[in-house]
């Protein structure tokens, strides 16, 4: 962890790409979320219309998601598993401070078995 905040002492700069794949791979991990609410790829990056958006306030970052939750699941605690997966990960993968995570549950999948 020492390396990480000496790296950011000398301009070491996170992609935002970076953060969205760890907002992503933190966010499928949990239990109870089918899906993000669309698609992340480049074009949705450049519009800012994607279901992973990060803002940055200085050196902290904000990051808003939508998810879609499998039906059956309480959808308040998935988001607020969500909420925390996210952060943890995405702080521990890229030393970047992240001050909140929103989530917002855009619907609910129920699938035949």
């Known amino acids: 962890m020492d390396s990480v905040r000496e790296s950011a002492r000398c301009g070491l700069k996170i992609s935002d790409d970076v953060i969205i794949s760890a907002a992503r791979l933190a ?22 219309n994607g279901p992973i958006s990060i803002e940055h306030i200085g050196d902290v970052a904000s990051i808003d998601l939508r998810i879609i939750v499998r039906g059956g699941e309480k959808a308040c605690a998935v988001a ?27 619907g609910v999948v129920f699938e035949n078995k």
């Open 27 to 48: 966010a499928l991990d949990v239990k109870g979320v089918a899906s993000l609410d669309g698609d992340v790829n480049m074009l949705s990056k450049l519009r800012r």
């Open 80 to 106: 607020q598993e969500v909420q925390s997966a996210v952060k943890e990960n995405v702080q521990s993968m890229t030393g970047v401070t992240v001050a909140v995570v929103n989530v917002s549950v855009s």
